[in-house]
């Protein structure tokens, strides 16, 4: 089994998921030695502090062993994708990867004779949502009935959002007036919206007016932010984004909101770094708990 995208699970066994990585998360010692003698290849094509950390540590408090493998020094530089990930898959008992493209991972997931997990591509990122789902049930004790409002560029984390919080039973509203074409889902969207969870709106007040979750992501994805050759791109996004930043004036509405960034923030864009710190921001357990939902990650596929 591979998990590429919150496709892959059923409502069920997504919500079974986050208990089970709270559960992890309460007795760790429960879990020391369940992956004894496994390994995970870890793959990646782009920057990380969290997935990285996360997957790499999960597998060592389980007793296994990860090996990070950054695309550039290894032969995937120049080799068929294909025949390396076929190789790769020789050595180790799953491979996670963070590719630039959607149509690679697939590659990988179709050569590989092991699990694959999405560390993140340009249209889905769905360990960061289970870890997100996470920390709400953690926080707000249930999942059903809750709403999210989503602010930010339509990308790969408000689609794995959209995803999450629908299987979940999460009522969850987009306000993107960007769209990132690279991340277009059509069917997940529609999907989405046969479940009656998923509404897209453009009134940003309204949609944090009434909601329980406020939730924003970079307005760039990483491998552009410090991009030269990306700069007008960056400027004319975050010309029309900033109306849309998520600051105490767009919360004064609902200053009980909590407030949600799956990191790396870019603070005073689609954050004010006033609201980072406030009581209800829950940006930094959200963090801590990409490590709690990894581990649940690995044992569900590994295990
Ligand atoms: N949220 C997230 O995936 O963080 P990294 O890009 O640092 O891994």
């Known amino acids: 089994m591979h998990l590429l995208t919150l496709k892959d699970l059923s409502s069920k066994e997504v919500v079974d998921l986050i208990d089970f990585s709270l559960k992890m998360k309460k007795s760790p010692a429960d879990y020391e030695f369940s992956l004894e003698g496994k390994s995970l290849a870890m793959i990646f094509q782009k920057t990380s502090t969290r997935t990285r950390l996360s997957f790499e540590v999960a597998m060592t408090q389980m007793g296994g062993h990860s090996i990070y493998m950054d695309w550039r020094s290894t032969n995937l530089v120049l080799a ?20 630039l493209k959607n149509n690679d991972l697939n590659v990988i997931a179709g050569a590989s004779t092991v699990p694959v997990i999405n560390g993140c591509d340009e249209k889905y990122h769905p360990c960061q949502i289970v870890a997100d789902l996470v920390t ?12 999210l409002a989503y602010i930010g560029v339509h990308n790969n984390i408000c689609n794995s959002l959209i995803e999450g919080c629908t299987k979940a039973g999460i009522k969850i509203v987009t306000v993107t007036p960007f769209v990132n074409e690279a991340s277009v889902d059509v069917e997940l969207v529609k999907t ?26 970079t307005w760039v994805d990483m491998e552009f932010f410090l991009d030269p050759q990306f700069k007008k791109e960056k400027e004319k996004r975050v010309k029309m984004m900033l109306p849309y930043q998520v600051n105490k004036e767009l919360l004064k509405g609902n200053t009980d909101a909590l407030i949600m960034h799956d990191m790396p923030i870019h603070r005073g864009y689609e954050i004010s770094a006033d609201i980072i710190d406030q009581p209800n921001s829950i940006i930094y357990t959200q963090s801590e708990n990409r490590l709690h939902s990894a581990k649940a990650i690995l044992k569900k596929l590994l295990g």
Request: with cysteine; hydrophobic share 35%.
């Open 192 to 217: 989405a919206k046969s479940t009656g969870l998923y509404e897209k709106s453009i009134d940003v007040k309204a949609a944090v007016e009434d909601c329980d979750i406020v939730y924003t992501d």
């Open 80 to 99: 068929d994708l294909g025949d390396e990930t076929r190789s790769i898959s020789g050595y180790v008992d799953g491979i996670m990867a963070r590719v």
């Open 136 to 147: 709400i049930k953690e926080k707000k004790g249930r999942l059903k009935g809750l709403k």
